[in-house]
């Protein structure tokens, strides 16, 4: 969470994600847990949108003074929209331990294998495949690497 206050300053690049030990290990699992808390972040540095739909102005005359508005099923229904980690658990420890989950790195390396098992990068077009071959001909070129060695 240390990329918390940097974000909040205005810097726009949060580094270290899936490194551990100083930069000296890299892990896939610490680099999906990482993104989650990434997108917290993001989500606090873009802050919340405020207006009438969003203060529920309507449903707070509807319901009127003194009334239970915290029970109201829109109340519900928007609760998650600030802020929806899907690894992190918010279940209270005796919930979490009676259904026997798994802990949170442990969920990040089996989303880790799920992304390694199922991703398809987007191809790139002929042309931009062109332009980089072409790129890297002239480097070659310009390094006098042998033609054998291309």
């Known amino acids: 969470m240390t990329g918390l206050l940097p974000a909040l300053s205005g810097c726009n690049v949060i580094y270290g994600l899936g490194m551990l030990e100083m930069g000296i290990t890299f892990d896939l699992g610490q680099l999906v847990l990482d993104n989650e808390i990434a997108g917290l972040i993001k989500q606090a540095v873009n802050g919340i949108e405020v207006n009438d739909k969003t203060l529920s102005v309507d449903l707070i005359k509807e319901i009127g003074p003194f009334k239970d508005?915290?029970?109201h099923k829109s109340t519900f229904?928007?609760?998650r929209s600030i802020s929806t980690p899907t690894l992190i658990?918010?279940?209270?420890?005796?919930q979490w331990?009676?259904?026997v989950n798994k802990d949170v790195y442990e969920k990040a390396w089996d989303e880790a294998k799920r992304i390694l098992n199922t991703y398809t990068p987007p191809q790139l077009s002929e042309s931009v495949l062109k332009e980089v071959r072409s790129i890297v001909t002239q480097a070659e070129d310009e390094m006098?690497?042998?033609q054998d060695q291309r």
């Open 144 to 146: 006098e690497v042998p």
């Open 89 to 94: 658990n918010r279940q209270m420890r005796h």
């Open 77 to 79: 229904d928007h609760m």
């Open 97 to 99: 331990e009676k259904a």
């Open 69 to 71: 508005y915290l029970a």
